[in-house]
């Protein structure tokens, strides 16, 4: 069971959108608001790609009034886009 949960963690991750809502949480709380005038697509786009996020338990909600503001749900999430990152760069490095 915990292979399915693992996938669907990276899949949601693999996505070039889904990726670019995470970093832009690494920093703390967002409004969806500040989501949609940042983001180049729908509201309605934006939001299957925090669903998605969200049942891959990678986000977490918080409604306040009208507001509803996302979050990392864990902490070793903001981990793995560091690790990530720092593969990314030292792969570069070693090309260059």
Same mark, same amino acid.
């Given at each position: 069971?915990?292979?399915?949960?693992?996938?669907?963690?990276?899949?949601?991750?693999?996505?070039?959108?889904?990726?670019?809502?995470?970093?832009?949480?690494?920093?703390?709380?967002?409004?969806?608001?500040?989501?949609?005038?940042?983001?180049?697509?729908?509201?309605?786009?934006?939001?299957?790609?925090?669903?998605?996020?969200?049942?891959?338990?990678?986000?977490?909600?918080?409604?306040?009034?009208? +507001?509803?503001?996302?979050? @990392?749900?864990? %902490? *070793? $999430?903001?981990? /793995? !886009? +560091?690790?990530?990152?720092? @593969?990314?760069? %030292? *792969? $570069?490095?070693? /090309? !260059?």
């Amino acid at each position: 069971m915990n292979i399915e949960r693992e996938v669907k963690l990276f899949k949601a991750l693999a996505h070039p959108i889904r990726l670019k809502i995470v970093k832009k949480l690494l920093s703390g709380e967002v409004c969806v608001c500040e989501l949609v005038e940042e983001a180049k697509f729908s509201q309605s786009n934006l939001s299957q790609h925090l669903k998605i996020l969200k049942e891959a338990e990678i986000l977490v909600s918080k409604k306040e009034g009208l +507001k509803v503001n996302y979050s @990392i749900y864990n %902490e *070793n $999430i903001i981990s /793995l !886009i +560091k690790i990530s990152e720092k @593969i990314v760069a %030292e *792969n $570069i490095n070693k /090309l !260059i």
